[in-house]
């Protein structure tokens, strides 16, 4: 299962657009790139996943450059209740027993 | 709209006690897991289900035991719980056992082990 690294935190302030960006230099030609948001006392949320290109729903956008050794989850206009841990997870459907969560990135968005 | 329903919320257990945390979905999915979150820490996978009938070890599985009642519900025992298994559990279910289907998470059972 492919490695992920994220920035351990980042900041914000309301309205602006983030970007989280998650390295995953080992990720395999089967691997999917999942992203999940985990609010406190909660358990994580799924929010996006993709495979190349970029990916859109009604929370996020995924950007997958050719080579895939990267991912950048964006949040448009963050708000408030955007404050949370991100997750990058990369792998097929192979790997389920190697599930690694990582320590993700925290989001602090400010007034 | 339940989805994922994890039982108790809360629970302090003195060192060598047992408990089994129960959880059930609503999805109709196949495959389940229970998996641990330290303090500041990612999620750990315990023990994986991926169908009814079996079940498999995951990153963390010792002094953890689990049971696949049926395709709703997958428990988590702790024979003789130990002061290092506080933490909080999470409960997951997916579609299909693999790394790229989305999974979907209960609340969570805060446990302290004193």
């Known amino acids: 299962l492919a490695k992920t690294t994220q920035p351990i935190s980042m900041d914000s302030y309301e309205g602006q657009e983030v970007n989280i960006t998650c390295s995953h230099n080992?990720?395999?030609?089967?691997?999917?790139i999942t992203w999940y948001q985990q609010f406190p006392s909660q358990g994580p949320r799924f929010i996006i996943q993709g495979y190349k290109t970029k990916v859109t729903n009604e929370v996020a956008s995924l950007f997958i450059p050719a080579d895939r050794k990267s991912s950048t989850l964006s949040l448009p206009r963050v708000s408030l209740s955007d404050t949370a841990v991100y997750y990058c997870l990369v792998g097929d459907d192979s790997s389920a027993s190697k599930i690694i969560f990582g320590s993700g990135t925290r989001l602090s968005i400010r007034p | 709209n339940a989805g994922v329903t994890q039982t108790p919320k809360f629970q302090v257990l003195k060192t060598g006690q047992s408990m089994t945390l129960q959880c059930a979905q609503d999805?109709?999915?196949?495959?389940m897991y229970w998996y641990r979150q330290d303090p500041g820490m990612g999620l750990r996978l315990i023990y994986y289900s991926a169908s009814e009938g079996t079940t498999d070890k995951g990153e963390v599985p010792n002094g953890y035991n689990v049971s696949r009642l049926n395709k709703r519900e997958f428990s988590l025992r702790l024979e003789s719980a130990a002061p290092s298994q506080t933490s909080v559990y999470f409960c997951?279910?997916?579609?299909?056992?693999?790394?790229?289907?989305?999974?979907?998470f209960g609340d969570g059972t805060r446990l302290s082990i004193l």
């Open positions: 997951a279910s997916s579609d299909r056992r693999a790394a790229d289907q989305p999974q979907h």
């Open positions: 080992n990720i395999a030609t089967n691997d999917y």
């Open positions: 999805m109709n999915h196949n495959s």
